[in-house]
């Protein structure tokens, strides 16, 4: 009986795959707004009511992409962080950055449907808050550490609206982080900026306007980090 459960396991395995690669193949011809179980099914030789047995609604296959697409650039980003490990925060900072750029960059409809334009009739789930974290995540503990290291300087002033502190200390404490507020609150701000820079390379805003494109978004991607207070000059301490 086991064999057979694993061989059924198995299957039921590749043919997830191959649903969600024809969904995908179709989120770049057509958009997610048109995305349509009865199409991948046709596409893929089953009748309808086969698919519907791995994905009840376009709403769950929807859920399945936007999950699988946070993951890889999670992924992405975290993998930087632990290859610069041994690098001073900046340069940290910088290649979490470029690790979400170049991710993007390779899957453009992947980034468009989980940073583009909403999907209409389309509400995320819960299970999709965990993997779009990851990103964030990864640029927090780079800030952490800086912070930890002596290499981050939190500016004194202006001080933050009193609702903006508020925001900050909900976030520490739901994300059990050792950073002031402000970091925190300058942290929220780079991560929104971050994806404004991809996205208007990706979308082609800066055609005829950034010919450089590699250099200019290192450059912004370490002028980010000290807008956080990372300092371009941090050394790791001795050991």
């Given amino acids: ?119 209409p009739g389309y509400s995320a789930p819960l299970d999709t808050v965990g993997p779009a974290a990851r990103v964030g995540l990864a640029l927090i503990a780079v800030a952490e550490a800086a912070h930890r290291e002596g290499a981050l300087t939190v500016p004194g002033s202006p001080p933050l609206p009193e609702a903006v502190h508020a925001d900050a200390w909900r976030l520490i404490r739901d994300l059990d982080r050792e950073l002031p507020p402000s970091a925190v609150a300058a942290l929220v701000a780079v991560w929104a900026q971050l994806f404004g820079l991809v996205s208007f390379e990706l979308f082609g805003q800066f055609n005829r306007v950034v010919d450089a494109r590699d250099e200019f978004f290192d450059l912004a991607a370490s002028r980010l980090a000290h807008q956080i207070g990372i300092r371009a000059d941090g050394v790791l301490p001795e050991e």
């Fill in 1 to 119: 009986m086991s064999v057979i459960r694993g061989a059924r396991e198995r299957a039921r395995t590749e043919v997830t795959a191959a649903i969600k690669e024809e969904a995908r193949r179709q989120l770049a011809a057509e958009g997610a707004a048109r995305l349509s179980l009865r199409a991948v099914a046709r596409e893929l030789g089953m009748v309808s009511s086969a698919l519907y047995r791995y994905f009840p609604s376009r709403d769950d296959l929807l859920t399945a992409l936007i999950v699988d697409a946070y993951d890889s650039v999670g992924e992405a980003a975290e993998n930087a962080l632990a290859d610069s490990e041994e690098k001073v925060p900046v340069e940290r900072w910088t290649a979490v950055c470029r690790a979400v750029r170049d991710w993007a960059l390779g899957h453009p409809h992947e980034y468009a449907l989980i940073y583009g334009s909403p999907v």
